[in-house]
């Protein structure tokens, strides 16, 4: 069976009458320690995000409002998938190509992040991810 590309993780969630509480422990609740939080949100209609890839970083993303869809590439493979529900988080590691789309109104993607901003960590060409992907 073919391997999903990125990995869906259901995050704890605390039911109560007062509302709902989710919570994330690093190297507990994801596979990484947590060094940035950053947040997409006030999307526009038809907006997309990403376009890109990381030599090393992993992220757990979030659809905490709304919902928005993810298209990965690996080099060889494409796969999309739907994130909406914020108890459910999509791991996506090193060299997967991203793009982030279809954004509901209102919606806020949380990413957590396994290291600090480096423009140096992204590969923003296609062609390049591709060739790199594939050596
Ligand atoms: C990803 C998707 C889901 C910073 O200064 N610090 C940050 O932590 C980030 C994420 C971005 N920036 C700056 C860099 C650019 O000048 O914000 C500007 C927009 O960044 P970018 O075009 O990379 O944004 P997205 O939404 O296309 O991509 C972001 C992340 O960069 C990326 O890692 O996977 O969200």
Known sequence: MTQPLARFLD???????RGNLSFIEANRHIPFGIERVYYLYDVPS?????GHAHLALNQLL??????????????TRE???????????????????????????GSVCLV?????YDEAD??????????????
């Open 122 to 135: 992204y590969i923003r060409d296609f062609d390049q991810f591709l060739a790199r992907a594939r050596a």
């Open 79 to 105: 796969e999309t998938v739907t994130l909406n529900r914020p108890n459910r988080g999509l791991h996506i590691g090193p060299m997967l190509w991203r793009e982030i789309e279809n954004f509901s109104s």
């Open 112 to 116: 957590l992040a396994s290291t600090v």
């Open 62 to 75: 979030i659809a905490v409002a709304g919902s928005f869809d993810v298209r990965l590439h690996d080099g």
């Open 11 to 17: 995050l704890p969630v605390v039911a109560d009458p």
């Open 46 to 50: 038809g907006s997309e995000r990403g």
